[in-house]
C-alpha cells in the first residue's frame, strides 16, 4: 500500500486548507484512514481518523475546525481545515489501519504516506 499526500501550504492564520491522501496498491478497503501531524522537536499527534463506516474522531487540538471524509473514491482521503493558527504548521502524514484508530495512535496505524507540510504564519 502507498500513500501520497497533497495539499499542503503556506498559509495566513484564519485561512483554511484542504489536504488530500491517495492509496494505491493492494485492495485495501475495510481499513480505517487518519492524518497524524509531526512539527520540529514535537512527537507525531494523531489529527483526525475515520473508519469504514465513516465515523470520524478528532483530536482537541482540531476538533471543530477540521474536518475529515472520504472522497468519492475509496482510495481518497481528505482534511479539510479551516481557522488555521500558527501552532497548526507541522508536516501532515496520511495514514491507514487495520484497527482502533478512533484512539489516534500512531501505533495502531500500519501504513504511512511521506507527508505534506503545512505552515501557518
Known amino acids: 500500500v502507498q500513500l501520497v499526500e497533497s495539499g499542503g501550504a503556506s498559509v495566513q492564520p484564519g485561512g483554511s486548507l484542504r489536504l488530500s491522501c491517495e492509496a494505491s496498491?493492494?485492495?485495501?478497503?475495510?481499513?480505517?484512514m487518519g492524518w497524524f501531524r509531526q512539527a520540529p522537536g514535537k512527537e507525531r499527534e494523531g489529527v483526525a481518523a475515520?473508519?469504514?463506516?465513516?465515523?470520524?474522531t478528532y483530536s482537541d487540538s482540531v476538533k471543530g475546525r477540521s474536518t475529515i471524509s472520504k472522497g468519492s473514491a475509496w482510495n481518497i482521503l481528505l482534511l479539510q481545515m479551516d481557522s488555521l493558527k500558527p501552532e497548526d504548521t507541522a508536516m501532515y502524514t496520511c495514514?491507514?489501519?487495520?484497527?482502533?484508530?478512533?484512539?489516534?495512535?500512531?501505533?495502531?496505524?500500519?501504513?504511512w504516506g511521506q507527508g505534506t507540510q503545512v505552515t501557518v504564519s
Open positions: 496498491g493492494p485492495q485495501c478497503t475495510g481499513l480505517c
Open positions: 495514514a491507514m489501519g487495520q484497527a482502533y484508530c478512533y484512539t489516534l495512535r500512531p501505533w495502531n496505524f500500519q501504513y
Open positions: 475515520i473508519d469504514p463506516s465513516g465515523a470520524a
